[in-house]
């Protein structure tokens, strides 16, 4: 076996698409996004970009593996972290083995404390099975990147899908049909300044830590149709908007703003995201995260009926998981449990 780097966008693409079509943080765009995020030394007033490495694992000349890798540097620690990843043709001790002792080696040399990994696997517990022996164990943090989600089979109908909402989602869709919302999609980056001003507003409303690269996201994802932003106005006051990536066969509601108040905006904005994914072609609309149904605490357990109105299932996949390198890793550790808690997650 052999690793090295892959440099061929249509090959990187075709892999993800054939053994993990979900896995929206290990796409190429995803990868030129976090690359065009600058970020501000505090110690200096110049600028660093994210270190990315897309690395194949080869066995006989054939591609088995992949895994794009970001190099991150944190108050809390520096890591190297694999989102929805790695990818595997076929999940086997030897791929696994193979790609750690060459990924460790890197994270000597870039002197980070440990390696997190986060791929969308249902098969949580022969999963573990596969990842303990190598030192892997669960990170303390709370879920990320759509862990437990919810997401609504588009292969429906309209009117089928309509009929599997909470009856008080379909009166609320129609009541905001009725007020005249009006919902308009944008594909233009002049737009996105209007959405970030909307999302200064709701994290400071909700105290929750904002997205750094919107706006790169955005200039990536739209070179290849990818991406649209939906913005719900009540006359001439714009009061919702939020961010749909279209990767493969999926919908992902991945950022949203919103301002307080009682039109039911929102309800119909996710309408015209429905129906616009079905346009698309796909097959799932994944709403993103939402809470355990045994966690009243949770911050989400608002948004997360909010979801669940409008039909679907529950999908989640393994937690994700730490190698630790270094005795700072249990600095970080620390760090993030106690996060965790205080927050109620």
Request: charged residues 25%; contains cysteine; positive net charge.
């Amino acid at each position: 076996m052999i690793l090295d780097e892959i440099t061929d966008k249509n090959v990187w693409e075709s892999f993800i698409s054939q053994n993990s079509p979900a896995s929206l943080f290990q796409s190429w765009n995803w990868g030129e996004t976090q690359r065009n995020i600058k970020y501000k030394k505090s110690s200096a007033n110049w600028r660093i970009k994210n270190k990315i490495w897309r690395l194949g694992i080869y066995k006989n000349n054939q591609l088995v593996g992949i895994a794009q890798v970001q190099k991150v540097e944190a108050i809390r620690g520096r890591f190297l972290h694999i989102r929805h990843g790695p990818i595997f043709s076929s999940w086997k001790s030897e791929y696994l083995e193979f790609l750690f002792e060459n990924l460790i080696d890197l994270a000597k040399k870039e002197r980070t404390w440990f390696i997190r990994i986060s791929p969308l696997k249902k098969d949580i517990t022969k999963t573990k099975e596969i990842l303990s022996p190598i030192g892997f164990h669960d990170a303390p943090i709370a879920q990320l990147d759509g862990e437990i989600c919810w997401v609504l089979d588009l292969t429906q109908d309209e009117e089928q899908i309509l009929l599997n909402m909470r009856k008080t989602t379909r009166y609320l869709i129609r009541q905001a049909q009725k007020l005249e919302v009006k919902i308009v999609k944008s594909s233009k980056l002049n737009d996105i300044k209007e959405f970030l001003s909307l999302y200064e507003v709701t994290a400071a409303r909700q105290h929750f830590v904002k997205h750094q690269g919107i706006k790169e996201e955005f200039d990536q994802f739209k070179k290849d149709k990818q991406i649209l932003l939906f913005k719900g106005y009540f006359g001439n006051k714009l009061l919702a908007a939020a961010i749909i990536v279209f990767y493969n066969h999926q919908a992902v509601y991945h950022h949203s703003a919103s301002i307080e108040q009682k039109i039911p905006v929102n309800y119909l904005m996710q309408w015209e995201i429905i129906r616009q994914a079905k346009k698309r072609g796909k097959k799932i609309y994944n709403m993103w995260g939402v809470a355990r149904w045994d966690n009243l605490r949770h911050p989400w357990t608002g948004l997360t009926l909010f979801k669940k109105g409008f039909g679907g299932q529950q999908v989640e996949y393994l937690h994700t998981q730490d190698l630790p390198l270094s005795a700072y890793y249990y600095y970080t550790y620390m760090i993030e449990f106690l996060r965790k808690i205080w927050k109620g997650y």
